[in-house]
């Protein structure tokens, strides 16, 4: 008998996760909320461990091709004096890879093409029907995000979504290819400008804020007002751009998990361990434990040892990872004593970044 699986949510962890048990012999629905991928957004790094996930999903090489390797990255103070370089050739030497820039609809879609024949079922949000998928499946795969209102339905409401304490503003510059990446770091606030598919220049900015502080229709010109004084690439940037291409959102992370399973429901991705954006990794890791996932559940006598496999695994790193994105971000919001903070950055470059 064929095994079946239910998957909430189809962003990266949940596609990849169908993928992945497909392969593996498993007959898989995916229930996506939105009516389709989305059709623009902003850039992800994809790290070597991720690749080599992408690689076991049979589409490495595909984002390989589509996204903008990462060739040259630093660290900036905003009169434009460096802090500190990264060491990409380092990194590509250790892991055999360099990152990958590419946009999140860019991958969605490679994933999305590679499914085969599996069931995606776009608009079907699964809001209280955990229990009714537990019973109809052999296993069911939270993969819906930060929000997860799974984790919720599964461990209760103290593992709700937390405002980490700081906002993000997001987009993309037509026609203005680069080849590094750059962040900038003053006090309390970054500014990042990166290689992205298709000519663009992606870019996000970061600060410390109260949250849902919010300026509709004038986000454009709060990020003048905080950023427009700092040195290139960032007023570049602030340049080209018009109030309708900026996105702004909080960041919110998720509470520390005592388990990423129960019976027959794995938690993975943002669900599981959503970590602030400051080391790029939330999107590589839901690629992990994707393909970890799968590899756990093939090399166990029941779902349930799988699933239990699938914890020991991914828990511990994932939640380490939340912890180093967490002091990074926390850095990143210092407003005194800058000297200091730009020495730790420095001397977290002397090792190289982590693969
Ligand atoms: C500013 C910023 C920059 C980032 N940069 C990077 C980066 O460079 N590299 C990187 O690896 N990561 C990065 N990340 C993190 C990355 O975006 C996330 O970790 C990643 O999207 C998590 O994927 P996911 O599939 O777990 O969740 P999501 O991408 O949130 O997907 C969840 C899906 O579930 C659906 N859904 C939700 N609820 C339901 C429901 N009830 N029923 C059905 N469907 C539902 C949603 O519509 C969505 O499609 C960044 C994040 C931010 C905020």
């Not at 229930?31 to 999903?57: C, F, N, Q, S, V």
């Not at 870019?203 to 454009?220: D, R």
């Amino acid at each position: 008998m064929v095994d079946t699986a239910a998957i909430i949510g189809g962003g990266i962890g949940g596609l990849a996760t169908a993928i992945a048990l497909r392969r593996s012999g498993w007959r898989v629905t995916v229930y996506e909320r939105d009516a389709e991928i989305p059709a623009t957004g902003t850039a992800l790094g994809m790290w070597p461990a991720a690749l080599r996930a992408l690689d076991t999903l049979g589409v490495g090489d595909d984002v390989r091709k589509l996204g903008r390797r990462q060739s040259v990255g630093e660290f900036r103070r905003p009169d434009g004096t460096r802090i500190a370089t990264i060491d990409t050739a380092r990194l590509e030497r250790r892991s055999g890879d360099p990152v990958y820039l590419l946009s999140r609809p860019a991958l969605l879609t490679v994933l999305h093409r590679a499914m085969g024949e599996t069931a995606l079922r776009f608009g079907t949000p699964q809001v209280r029907q955990l229990t009714r998928l537990r019973e109809e499946f052999d296993l069911v795969v939270a993969a819906d995000g930060v929000f997860s209102q799974a984790r919720t339905e599964l461990l209760g409401e103290r593992y709700r979504a937390r405002y980490s304490g700081g906002t993000a503003w997001r987009g993309y510059v037509e026609n203005m290819p680069t080849d590094s990446f750059v962040e900038t770091w003053g006090a309390g606030a970054k500014f990042g400008v990166t290689p992205q598919e298709g000519g663009r220049t992606n870019w996000y900015a970061a600060a410390a804020a109260p949250e849902g502080s919010f300026t509709p229709g004038s986000e454009l010109a709060t990020l003048r007002r905080r950023f427009g004084s700092w040195a290139a690439p960032v007023r570049a940037v602030l340049d080209a751009i018009s109030e309708s291409e900026v996105l702004r959102h909080d960041v919110y992370v998720t509470p520390w998990l005592p388990t990423f399973t129960r019976d027959n429901v794995a938690l993975i991705g943002d669900a599981a361990h959503a970590m602030t954006p400051d080391l790029g990794r939330g999107g590589c890791e839901a690629l992990i434990d994707a393909v970890t996932l799968a590899a756990c559940l093939r090399d166990a006598p029941a779902v349930r040892d799988g699933l239990r496999a699938y914890d020991r695994q991914r828990r511990r790193p994932t939640q380490r990872l939340a912890r180093i994105s967490n002091v990074a971000a926390r850095m990143n919001r210092m407003r005194r004593a800058l000297w200091i903070r730009d020495g730790l950055l420095r001397a977290s470059m002397l090792t190289g970044p982590p693969d």
